[in-house]
């Protein structure tokens, strides 16, 4: 069964908008981790945030952590055309050893 | 400094025939991961290696075997090619099992007619 959830599935904004997408998980986790992917390409990685975090920042990324909720965000600010992409979360799981991902939310940021 | 490659980028299969998708990474990481990702959807995990030596069943491991061949180098095999397995395939590796970055090649698209 899948560990992680994202929410929306698709969003489609104007260059310049915040993003915001949800994650929301089901069992204890240490950390969570959001990915990027771009058409046709590998994952790349954006943030890693620990369990006892509840916010860490990478440039125009924020991403918060409610382990009450078992759930996260991940906020891009000022979205830009590049930015269009698939984005997962992704938990550990089964004793922590391996990372299970989410169906993801696809983002298209219009010009 | 290639990061993770895999090896080959495309390969089209008949029902039955057999494989091997080549993983290896240059950053020295002791874990190493397969997953598919089918179209619309998430990675699912096939297989992974915690640790030199070690491998275990992910959540789809069915109909594929692995070998962690040294600390670099970890393949994925198809016995038996299904319809049913064509995706991508992607390899990860990570410092340490499940609490750091995983960090990806660019997949091989498999096709199985």
């Known amino acids: 069964s899948q560990q992680g959830e994202e929410d929306p599935q698709a969003l489609s904004i104007q260059e310049g908008e915040n993003a915001t997408m949800n994650c929301s998980y089901k069992?204890?986790?240490?950390?969570l981790q959001w990915y990027r992917q771009n058409s046709g390409r590998g994952l790349v990685h954006l943030i890693l945030?620990?369990?006892?975090?509840r916010e860490k920042h990478s440039g125009r990324l924020r991403v918060t952590l409610d382990t009450s909720k078992k759930s996260s965000s991940l906020l891009i600010t000022a979205s830009r055309a590049a930015d269009t992409a698939s984005y997962f979360c992704?938990?550990?799981?089964?004793?922590?050893?391996?990372?299970?991902f989410g169906a993801g939310t696809r983002l298209a940021v219009h010009p | 400094n290639a990061g993770v490659t895999q090896t080959p980028k495309f390969q089209v299969l008949k029902t039955g025939q057999s494989m091997t998708l080549q993983c290896a990474q240059d950053?020295?990481?002791?874990?190493m991961y397969w997953y598919r990702q089918d179209p619309g959807m998430g990675l699912r995990l096939i297989y992974y290696?915690?640790?030199?030596?070690?491998?275990d069943k992910g959540e789809v491991p069915n109909g594929y075997n692995v070998s962690r061949l040294n600390k670099r180098e970890f393949s994925l095999r198809l016995e038996s090619a299904a319809p049913s397995q064509t995706s991508v395939y992607f390899c990860?590796?990570?410092?340490?099992?499940?609490?750091?970055?995983?960090?990806f090649g660019n997949g091989t698209r498999l096709t199985v007619t």
């Open positions: 990860a590796s990570s410092e340490a099992p499940g609490n750091s970055p995983l960090h």
């Open positions: 069992t204890s986790i240490n950390n």
């Open positions: 945030i620990r369990s006892n975090e």
């Open positions: 992704a938990t550990p799981s089964g004793g922590y050893n391996k990372l299970i």
């Open positions: 950053m020295n990481h002791n874990s």
């Open positions: 290696s915690a640790s030199e030596g070690t491998t």
